[in-house]
């Protein structure tokens, strides 16, 4: 027959005979050794997001400096004016490259790392940019010039608030 072992003189005999010096340096070590790829870990998300939001920025900077330098709304104001007053306006046709958004489409699966306002931000802009690019396309109303003013004053507002949103973000950095 087995006899049993009295567990409290077991742990009494083997705690006053533990070197701690030893069983702290070797707590210490697991703990640096957990704790330094934790860290990598979360300086490599930050520098990923960082990179992430100052793409995108600069995206939207480029965006809506090409949109004041080919004086988009000045365009649309003239042709707000010419049609307001009883008159016509020729149609607003633009080529647009397909991957005019590509550090947008390449990150979206990202935007989470932003800031919900700036995530909010970042969409609308491009949803905002996206639909003055459906109507200054083929089967768009500016591209086929139709004459009804709201194509225009819709288009007008929705680069100005596109354009709000850039200057919005310039001034944050």
């Given at each position: 027959m087995v006899e049993g072992i009295n567990w409290t003189t077991f742990v009494v005999e083997s705690t006053s005979s533990t070197d701690w010096t030893t069983v702290l340096v070797a707590f210490a070590t697991g703990l640096t050794a957990i704790t330094g790829p934790l860290l990598l870990h979360v300086l490599q998300q930050r520098q990923g997001r960082?990179?992430?939001?100052?793409a995108l920025l600069a995206e939207v900077a480029a965006l809506a400096a090409l949109i004041r330098s080919r004086k988009y709304c000045e365009h649309l104001?003239?042709?707000v004016e010419?049609?307001?007053a009883g008159g016509t306006f020729d149609t607003i046709r633009v080529a647009i490259p397909a991957d005019y958004n590509l550090i947008y489409r390449q990150n979206a699966g990202k935007l989470g790392c932003l800031s919900p306002d700036e995530a909010a931000?970042?969409?609308r802009f491009y949803q905002e940019i996206m639909e003055v690019i459906c109507d200054m396309s083929p089967g768009g109303g500016l591209y086929e010039g139709r004459p009804e003013l709201y194509f225009y004053e819709d288009n007008l507002a929705l680069i100005k608030s596109a354009l709000a949103i850039?200057?919005?973000f310039a001034t944050r950095g």
């Open positions: 960082d990179a992430t939001r100052a104001e003239e042709a010419h049609i307001s931000l970042i969409v850039a200057d919005d």
